[in-house]
Each structure stands twice: as structure tokens, then as C-alpha cells.
């Protein structure tokens, strides 16, 4: 089983819809968990940041976590077009040096 | 504010030259420094980690090399490219708040891709 799983991509949803990302990780004593968001040919760029149960929203961004089920999400409302990207899901692990990064999920914002 | 330099942005190397990248951190003190590389179309793997001068981690054995010479400098190396070296690769720091889980938070560089012909 891989540390950190992610959807597989690649995801479209029509532009104004609800985009729904998904990961699940397998070090049950995780505690810190991010998005980040990935346009083609760049570097990663943080978007959000979650280290307890429940729900976080910034702006049209929501993420979730689930610590009992293993399972953290990303929700973007009001999806645009600029949206499109790939987003990486990562968890920090119990020591305080590095995290580990999901493959990501391609999302594509159809106009 | 923070700032995370890279150098160069794009380098194109022969099969067995020698490889030198740097990245350098303004406007913090005593960050976690991190490489990793990203090849095409996959996910990002992480090379190595400091968390002080002289202090690497080592988390893929290969080729290549990290340094710390300074507080805020982390330098990647290698001796002799390999095709297989040919990717992106990303210098990342964080800051270490102590008991915090905010200390996990890393900012990525704006890379160097590296293509081994």
C-alpha cells in the first residue's frame, strides 16, 4: 500500500461546478495534512493546510479531514477555468522532517 | 517576506558531466531545506532533507550529493549524470516551530529542469 493515494486523473468538471479531490493515507499517527496546487511547468504552490477533524474554508476552497478514516479531501466551488491543475495531496509524518506526497489528481475546469 | 531562489531555471547536460544546483532562502533563519525532483508526469520524490548547516539526509540512495556550506544555502551535486537524472528538480524549505504540526509547511522554489541528453 502506498503512503499517500490520490484519485486518478485526470478530473473535469464543467466551469461553476463543485470540483471533489480525494486522498487517503496509510500512517494512521499523521498529523498535518496539505494541498497543494501545481499549474503545468511550475512548482507546487500551497493552498491549504488542516491538522484537525472536520472542515477548513478559505475562500472557494474547503478541505476535509477524516483522521478516523484515514481520508482527507479538497473541495473547490465555483470551479474556474484557472483552476486547472494538478493537486497534490501531502502528510506530514510523526517526525517533524519531511512529509510524503501523493501522486496528484490532473483537474481540468471545462468552460 | 520569504524568498526561495533556484539556479539555473533550465540546464541541459551531457551523460556523465558533473551537476551543481543551488538554492538559497532569504528572510528566515535556521529553515529545513528539502530537494526534490519530479521526473515526467510523476509525483515528486524527495532526494534529501537538512535541517542545519552540515546536517543531510540522505532519502534515495543514487548519484547524486546534497550540502548545507550555509544557514541558508542547499546545494545539489552530482559527479557523472545518468540519463535517468533528467527531471525537475524542486528545493523546498520550512521552518520548525516546536510542538507545532505548523512546522511541516514547505515552500517550494520555482525549479530547475534538468535534461540529460
Known amino acids: 500500500q502506498k503512503e499517500v493515494e490520490q484519485n486518478s486523473g485526470p478530473l473535469s468538471v464543467p466551469e461553476g461546478a463543485i470540483a471533489s479531490l480525494n486522498c487517503t493515507y496509510s500512517?494512521?499517527?499523521?498529523?498535518?495534512f496539505f494541498w497543494y496546487r501545481q499549474y503545468s511547468g511550475k512548482s507546487p504552490e500551497l493552498i491549504m493546510s488542516?491538522?484537525?477533524?472536520g472542515d477548513k474554508e478559505d475562500g472557494r476552497f474547503t478541505a476535509q479531514l477524516n483522521k478516523a478514516s484515514q481520508y482527507v479531501s479538497l473541495l473547490i466551488r465555483d470551479s474556474q477555468p484557472s483552476d486547472s491543475a494538478t493537486y497534490l495531496c501531502?502528510?506530514?509524518?510523526?517526525?517533524?522532517?519531511?512529509?510524503?506526497f501523493g501522486p496528484g489528481t490532473s483537474l481540468s475546469v471545462i468552460p | 517576506s520569504q524568498t526561495i531562489h533556484q539556479w539555473p531555471a533550465t540546464l541541459v547536460q551531457p551523460v556523465g558531466s558533473p551537476l551543481s544546483l543551488e538554492c538559497t532562502v532569504e528572510?528566515?533563519?535556521?529553515?529545513?531545506l528539502y530537494w526534490y525532483r519530479q521526473a515526467a508526469g510523476r509525483g515528486l520524490q524527495l532526494l534529501f532533507y537538512?535541517?542545519?548547516?552540515?546536517?543531510i539526509s540522505s532519502e534515495v540512495p543514487q548519484n547524486l550529493s546534497a550540502s548545507r556550506p550555509q544557514d541558508r544555502q542547499f546545494i545539489l551535486s552530482s559527479k557523472k549524470l545518468l540519463l535517468s537524472d533528467s527531471g525537475f528538480y524542486l528545493c523546498?524549505?520550512?521552518?520548525?516551530?516546536?510542538?507545532?504540526?505548523?512546522?511541516?509547511?514547505?515552500?517550494f522554489g520555482p525549479g530547475t529542469r534538468l535534461t540529460v541528453t
Open positions: 523546498a524549505w520550512s521552518v520548525i516551530f516546536s510542538g507545532l504540526a505548523q512546522s511541516y509547511e514547505q515552500y
Open positions: 500512517d494512521r499517527g499523521s498529523q498535518s
Open positions: 488542516i491538522y484537525s477533524n
Open positions: 501531502a502528510v506530514g509524518k510523526t517526525s517533524y522532517d519531511k512529509v510524503i
Open positions: 528572510g528566515t533563519s535556521n529553515p529545513n
Open positions: 537538512s535541517v542545519g548547516i552540515g546536517q
